[in-house]
Nanobody
Framework: QVQLVESGGGLVQVGDSLTLSCAIS????????VGWFRQAPGKDRAFVAA????????RYADSVKGRFTISRDNAKNTVYLLMNNLKSEDTATYYC?????????????????WGQGTQVTVSS
């Protein structure tokens, strides 16, 4: 069973930076893609960013382009989300998701596995 564990969330101020990590254990595919999603209170879960196995292909939601950067270290089975210039509207629970294909981690209903989430709160 693939397990994903997010970490790095916390309480920060507007304009601060934060890096989230997603540690993947026991992957069942030799190559896999990972996506980040977020869910704010009272809102649906939404796509944030995704990366394929090699790291050459990435995708971002328009709301985070230019501020967030997704990366990965396959030797550590870990994917990162660097979040710069945080805004109050970035406040949400952030989840990472796993799928063998990049297209599987850019939509909410398709990833095979999900982590439990990490809370990010941006205070003004």
């Amino acid at each position: 069973q693939v397990q994903l564990v997010e970490s790095g969330g916390g309480l920060v101020q507007v304009g601060d930076s934060l890096t989230l990590s997603c540690a993947i254990s026991e992957p069942t595919h030799s190559e896999y893609a990972v996506g980040w999603f977020r869910q704010a209170p009272g809102k649906d879960r939404a796509f944030v960013a995704a990366i394929n196995w090699s790291g050459e292909n990435t995708r971002y939601a328009d709301s985070v382009k230019g501020r967030f950067t997704i990366s990965r270290d396959n030797a550590k089975n870990t994917v990162y989300l660097l979040m710069n210039n945080l805004k109050s509207e970035d406040t949400a629970t952030y989840y990472c998701a796993y799928d063998p294909e990049l297209r599987g981690v850019v939509a909410v209903h398709t990833p095979l596995y999900w982590g439990q989430g990490t809370q990010v709160t941006v205070s003004s």
